[in-house]
């Protein structure tokens, strides 16, 4: 028989996808499933975004190109980080990868040794762990505390560190909390990694998802020092409803991008040819589309959050999200009491009894490293949004 490696059976399996696939087998029945656990915009990509990918066919540009980019595209994306970051970066900084987690995956593997402890705040993004654990680093988490709207301090990061701290992964705006950085807030890392000589991986990808006056800024920005410290990660796949292209990108010192693209060059190779044709038009084609789609969730944020307010009758709270598309309602209200005599022990019961007795689907804050919250995505119409509010309120007022 086959034997598992060690590092693969360390690798958690995805709740998220347990839950994904019993909702689809109630949707196949014909049940009407309300879906809080969407994590990509419920839009179309633009229309010239796909006419770029036909062209790209018609003109034969079907043929491999270079593994770490295809130039053009590697150029497209140095004046996007200059124009819209005040980053500057030659072409051969930028890695063109499969997605932004496949950005995030190269960029661990290429950096941590066995052993390195990687600082990640905690709520986190589900794949942060795996990837560290798969490429032999140890995930040390660092608590975001729901009083200060889920966002970790420099002291906090300052005080967790070890002499086998290598990285921080750092996340604004967060999944899953909604959470965005000031700058202020953000230099204060900064500085704390400065003095530490901590590698940063900055996950950038839902930037130009934010709301209510707030602003996206890198922490690769703070200084000359923290950008050689910095990898940028970044991509198409929330911001312009790109999420089956499956292209993401990095910026990276160069030669920490020169051992990222020998590393892919024997992996993946390069991202197939349409798409990255497809994403020079995203990246320097007409935003009305995306500006649209922000200004939609914009609204379907403000609605939810409306409900939410209201929701605390009922016992629940929430933290405001100032980016992304998600919310944390904090359901821990309803631990300890039973629905239909199954006794309410953690998030992931909240989310299995749910999807049973009322046909919502979303994502239990177990899996982000925090059982007392669910998250809710409005990515998704406010009909929708407030039909699966009032079940959840059903099914709270149902618990014994």
Known sequence: MIKISDKVKAIAPSMT?????????LKAAGERVINFGVGEPDFDTPAHIVQAAKDALDKGYTKYVAASGLPKLKKAVVRKLKNENNLEYD???????????HSIFNAVFATVNEGDEVLIPKPYWLTYPEIVKACGGVPVYVMAKYRHGY?????????MITPKTKMLIFNSPCNPTGAVYTEEEIRKIADVCERYDLTVISDEIYEKLIYG???????AGCSPKMKEQTIVINGVS??????????????????????IASFQSHSTSNVNTMTQYAVIDALEGDKKPMEDMVATFGRRRAFMLEKLEKMKEYGFDYVKPD??????????NLYGKS?????????????????????????????????DFIRLSYAL?????????NRIIEFAEGCE
């Open 17 to 25: 996808l347990a839950i994904s696939a019993r909702a689809n087998e």
């Open 91 to 101: 072409p051969s900084q930028i890695i063109i990868s499969n997605g932004a987690k």
């Open 151 to 159: 966002k970790v301090t420099a002291s906090q990061i300052e005080n």
């Open 213 to 219: 006056g707030e602003t996206h800024f890198s922490i």
């Open 238 to 259: 929330k911001s312009y409803a790109m999420t089956g292209w499956r292209l993401g990108y990095l910026a990276a010192p160069e030669h920490v991008a020169k051992a």
């Open 323 to 332: 980016g992304a598309f998600y919310a944390m309602l904090l359901c821990d």
């Open 339 to 371: 629905y239909d005599g199954h006794r309410i022990k953690g998030s992931a019961d909240v989310a299995e009894m749910l999807l049973d007795y009322k046909k919502v689907a979303l994502t239990p804050g177990v899996v982000f490293g925090d059982d």
């Open 381 to 389: 119409d406010e009909k929708d949004i407030e039909e699966g509010l």
